[in-house]
């Protein structure tokens, strides 16, 4: 299952699970946001790659991809509320 990472660098936080999504819920979730892929690499917060602002991490593990999704990681160009938000959507 893929898992959603919160990432704040002016916090000093390298990342935070932040839910562990089925698939059809994880493209629910990024289905308005673009993404960036990493690659097998967490992105690290010291390469400057990352920018300095918030964002969210989503891992894909090599036994969970299916053609659509590579394994590894990707960079969710969004708002954390946002996407806390569309968390909590699916709950309901």
Known sequence: MPNLYFCQPHAKNQGMLRAVLSVPECERVVSKHALTFFGESFPSLADGHTGSGDFAVLRFAAEETNGKWQPGFYRLESDLG????????LQR
């Open 82 to 89: 946002e996407l806390n938000d569309l968390l909590r959507d």
